[in-house]
C-alpha cells in the first residue's frame, strides 16, 4: 500500500500546483491509468515442470545438430555434388571432332604414270545393288538433305510453298522437271566440249536456258585442261557413301574437283551456294579413298 499512497500525495500536490483549466483534462488521463486492468502474461502460466527437460536439453547443448557441415552433407546427399557456375564472361571453347577418317589417303597406293592413260578420262557407272556389300549406300545429295540446317529447311520450304501458291502442284512439279531437264543437257553439252576441246557453238534447237548457262562459263573453259575424270561414279571405301563427280581436271594448273551447277540468280559469294561445297569436299573424300582412281586430289 504504501506505493499507493506515496502516488496519492503526489497527485495532490500536482493538482494544487496546476491551473484549473488543466484539471478535468489531467484528472481523466489519471483515472484511465488507476483504472486501466493489468493484462496476463501467458508465459507466466506454463507448466515449467512438464518442459523442464526439453529446456534443460536445449540450454545445456553446446552445439546443434543443424551445423554448416551437417547441411552441406544432407544437400550433396539430395542434390548432389555442388558446381561451380561459369561467369557470364567465360564461354566454353569449341569442340573440334575428331577427324577418324583424314580427306587425304595415306595408304593410297598409285599406278606408275606409264601405266595409265591420262588422255581418256575415267568414267565409271554407278553400281548396282549387287555389286555393294550392303546392298544400298547413301548418295552425297541425300545426306546433304538429311543434315540440313534448320534455318536453310525452312526457307528451302518456304520457297517451294510460294512457288506451289503461284504455279500450283502440277505446275510446280512441271516446273521441277523441266530444271531437271536443263540440267542434263548443260552436263552434256560440257562433256562435249571438254572431251573435244572446241569451243561452244550454239545450234538452232539449243534452248534460251542453255544458251545462257553455256555463256556463263565461256570464261571459265579455256583455263580447264588435263581432264581425268567426266561424269563417274565415286566410292568411299570407308565411310561408305557414293557420289558422281561431274569433272576432275586441272584448272589454273592446279588439279580440282569441278561440280557444274546451274542457277536461275547469281551467286555473287561462296555463302550463297549454301552447301555445295560440302558436296564437292565429300567427292574429293570419296575419290582419295576409291581405287578406280589413280589419282588423289589433295587439299590446299
Not at 10 to 25: D, Q, T
Not at 112 to 118: I, M, Q, R
Not at 135 to 154: D, K, N
Not at 275 to 299: E, R, T, W
Request: aromatic residues 8%; charged residues 25%; positive net charge.
Amino acid at each position: 500500500m504504501k506505493p499507493l499512497q506515496l502516488l496519492g500525495r503526489h497527485c495532490n500536490r500536482l493538482v494544487n500546483a496546476l491551473p484549473h483549466p488543466l484539471l478535468s483534462v489531467f484528472l481523466s488521463t489519471s483515472c484511465s491509468i488507476l483504472s486501466r486492468k493489468k493484462k496476463l502474461n501467458g508465459y507466466e502460466y506454463v507448466d515449467q515442470e512438464k518442459y523442464a527437460d526439453l529446456v534443460r536439453t536445449v540450454t545445456t547443448s553446446k552445439t546443434s545438430s543443424q551445423t554448416p557441415e551437417r547441411i552441406f552433407e544432407e544437400d550433396s546427399f539430395l542434390y548432389g555434388k555442388v558446381m561451380r557456375s561459369k561467369g557470364p564472361l567465360q564461354e566454353s571453347e569449341p569442340k573440334v571432332p575428331q577427324n577418324r577418317i583424314p580427306l587425304n589417303n595415306p595408304n593410297k597406293v598409285l599406278l606408275a604414270v606409264e601405266k595409265t592413260d591420262p588422255n581418256i578420262p575415267v568414267k565409271i557407272g554407278l553400281p548396282g545393288k549387287s555389286q555393294m556389300t550392303n546392298g544400298r549406300l547413301p548418295s552425297v545429295t541425300r545426306i546433304l538433305q538429311q543434315t540440313m540446317p534448320m534455318e536453310q529447311a525452312f526457307y528451302l520450304e518456304r520457297w517451294k510453298q510460294r512457288m506451289i501458291m503461284e504455279l500450283g502442284e502440277e505446275g510446280f512439279i512441271e516446273y521441277t522437271a523441266a530444271v531437271f531437264s536443263q540440267g542434263k543437257l548443260f552436263h552434256a553439252q560440257l562433256e562435249d566440249l571438254l572431251l573435244s576441246k572446241e569451243p561452244y557453238t550454239p545450234k538452232p534447237d539449243d534452248t534460251e536456258q542453255l544458251v545462257g548457262y553455256m555463256n556463263s562459263v565461256d570464261h571459265v573453259l579455256p583455263d580447264i585442261v588435263g581432264v581425268r575424270t567426266l561424269e563417274s561414279a565415286v566410292l568411299h571405301s570407308e565411310l561408305q557413301y557414293l557420289g558422281f563427280v561431274d569433272c576432275v581436271a586441272k584448272y589454273r594448273g592446279k588439279l580440282c574437283v569441278i561440280d557444274w551447277k546451274t542457277s536461275e540468280k547469281q551467286k555473287p559469294t561462296l555463302k550463297n551456294t549454301f552447301d555445295n561445297p560440302l558436296q564437292v569436299a565429300a567427292y574429293i573424300g570419296a575419290i582419295n579413298h576409291d581405287s578406280n582412281y589413280n589419282f588423289q586430289q589433295h587439299k590446299e
